[in-house]
């Protein structure tokens, strides 16, 4: 019975610790699989191509400050496989966002990876919500990290004077994001508006007017 007990011990310990390593997407199986963009193969990533260089592993774009001169006052630039090519099949990326003052970065999901923030100028108020809705948030400032699970609606607020700015990493090569409002009032096709009307009990003429805001720009 003392053996059973402890194979068991020792199998709970190697599939907690699997669990934590493990990333959000497919593991590779091979060294590298450098993404082919255009490639018209549509698999769960992207198909590898065959003529790779250093620069599919390389990305300079996040050494400089976005701009933030746009209705919510935020940017976010992606480090991703769109990116990197050669981030294909490893499970990560990363990003960088930076806030004006008094910026949003609106309430969003990543539908394919937990995301960690680290503050690199400014402060933030951020908080994400569980599906209990319950909010967790927190002021966090230079030198600080956040983590925003898998999934949940989350927001970064910048309610100082200064600018302010993160990086982020996501256990996913493409994690993917979906703002609640424009995904809603935005979509194409839309959303029936009878729909909205009753999911936020607001009258059709008021959904109407929400929905010009998140229209695309002629």
């Known amino acids: 019975m ?4 402890g194979v068991i011990c020792m199998v709970a310990v190697i599939l907690a ?4 390593i493990v990333s959000a997407d497919p593991d590779s199986l091979q060294d590298i699989c450098v993404a082919d963009l255009t490639s018209p193969v549509k698999v769960n990533g992207f198909a590898c191509k065959t003529n790779v260089t250093a620069d599919d592993f390389f990305f300079a774009g996040l050494a400089n400050a976005g701009a933030t ?3 919510v006052g935020s940017l976010g630039t992606g480090a991703n496989v769109q990116r990197i090519p050669g981030l294909n ?7 960088r966002i930076d806030y004006a003052p008094g ?3 609106p309430p969003h999901i990543h539908p394919r990876a937990t995301e960690i923030v680290f503050v690199l100028e400014g402060e933030l108020d951020v908080g994400f919500i569980t599906t209990a809705n319950i909010l967790y ?7 600080e990290v956040f983590v925003f699970p898998k999934g949940l609606v989350h927001f970064q607020k910048n309610n100082g004077k200064s600018i302010a ?9 493409l994690a993917g994001t979906q703002y609640i409002a424009a995904t809603l009032f935005g979509a194409a096709p839309p959303v029936p508006d009878n729909v909205l009307s009753e999911a936020f009990h607001l ?10 805001k998140f229209a695309p720009k002629k």
């Open 2 to 5: 003392a053996n059973g007990s």
């Open 17 to 20: 610790t699997f669990s934590i």
């Open 69 to 71: 001169n746009n209705t």
């Open 89 to 95: 099949t490893l499970g990560i990326s990363l990003g």
């Open 103 to 105: 910026g949003l970065n």
């Open 137 to 143: 948030s927190k002021t966090i400032k230079k030198g």
């Open 165 to 173: 700015a993160v990086v982020a990493a996501f256990n996913s090569q």
């Open 203 to 212: 009258k059709v003429k008021d959904v109407v007017k929400i929905k010009s």
